[in-house]
């Protein structure tokens, strides 16, 4: 079983092994490891097993934990690793412990790439910070909030105006269609708008479709002002600032 | 609507247990699958704890819990309101059992749920499972992968192609049990005959490119085939994780008449065989 020795300068405070159960460290009295100094947090790491390997995880501390002085949020343990938490630190004996397959380079908390994980708020925070810079740039260009709105300019429908909300838009004669076709022999739906990241659909439904007076061969991107015709209507896509 | 329905899991080629976990309760029209991660078999713990507490929680047998309900808007349906609550107590079920058992630590699962009312389809969702819809022959995600490239993808800094080769593909933005509140996306769409609702693990869309899942859901008229049809696609083209399948077609409602013609073409056809 692996040991977490808790040391002040040379000297051992306290010993613990460690189990099925987290080592707590922090400055609280009901912290495995007590660490009786202000520049502790309250409840300031913890170390555990996972999937067999020994990790420490920062509880989000104000003067962080490092690992042989590496700050860490969270880092997998070897045997002979030091962490320091204040002027503590605290030394890890996993002796006949580590699995043989553990390698000796430090990687911090880098997970193995084929298993599902989840990123904890911190590391989301950060790795989406890496890539704020670009996606600014990129949101920046896409400019103001405009609403994608169907404008009609013939036909028979129940308005006049649809601005685009839902991800699914029907265009038919159904009662839950969302740009209502009225008239005899009007198709249920007749053609559908579909959001997608990167824009809007038109697709055919019981009709094919025709963007500036041609049908469409498959799902097509619209563009702002561009004029869509089913079973007689037609409609203007635009995008309303 | 009448809506006819199957689903198929399986271990696929490359891993040693199923994580996944998929339920279809034909009763409520609910459909749900979720697929679990965590060392040892918690991956299949979570995702089972998953699927069985949102089931319950639908069927009324959970004491409706009070999930952010300033999360909740207004429009919404109450079916659509209590699977956004299930969602939540599912997050919430899996955090607290993860909490109590440290050998559970690191578990999560994803959700994809799908509840059909009469014309009206909820779904809620967290993590990368995915909802779609085909109609008319168009195959539409309905939900967003809560996947680091999927953001990435989302905010220009990706491209899709780039994603789909990223060595970064499992690492999850959100997932049910790894924080004490999640955020449940949830959505409401009008259904129509004809439409063809599909539920997946990421093992058959990291498999099998969308229009072929789209032409095989097209030409498959039995959606218990269409799924077999899926998974086994995606176990030729490696099988790399879990692969789990659900299918459910909205068929019209036969009026009468054609239902009169069909049934009294049937005993006809009955008649001449045995005579």
Redesign the interface.
Known sequence: MAKLTLMFEEKTVKEVSLG???VGIGRSPDNDLTVDNLAVSNYHARV?V???KMVVEDLKSLNGTFVNEMRVERATLKHGDSIHIGKHHIKVDATGEAPASYGSGRQAAT?K?????????KM?RE??QQ?AA??ER??LASGRMRVPTLVVLGGKTDRQEYPLT???T?IGK?H??TVRLSGWFKP??AA?I?K??DGY?L????KVPSVNGAPIQG?VQLRDGDQVEVCGVRLNFIFRE | MRIVSGGQSDVGQQRANNEDCFRIVPLLNLFVIS?G?G??AHGEIASAMAVETLVKACAGEEPEALAASAQMQPGWSDKTRRLFNAAHLANKKLYESAEAN??Q??M?ATLSAAWINE?KLSVVHVG?SRAY?L????L???T?DHS?VA???????LTAEEAEHS??Q??????LG??PEVEVDA?E?????GDILLLCSDGLTRMVAEQKIAATLQSESDPGRAAEKLVAQANENGG?DNVTVVVAHMEPKENGFLSWLRHGAQKNAGKNGSA
Request: net charge negative; proline share 6%; glycine share 10%.
């Open positions: 099925a159960r987290p555990y996972d999937s067999g997970p790439i084929n298993e599902t994980m989840v990123l904890d708020t989301r790795m989406m890539a670009l996606g990129t949101q839902s991800k699914l029907v159904s839950l269609a249920k739906m559908q579909n997608q990241d659909y697709g055919a439904g019981d799902p | 697929d991660m060392g040892e440290p050998e630590q690191g999560g014309e990368d819809l109609r008319s022959g168009v539409q995600q309905l967003s680091l953001e990435q993808v989302r905010r220009g800094i060595e970064l499992s690492v999850l933005l959100r997932a790894t924080q959505e769409h009008a259904l129509f005959p790399a």
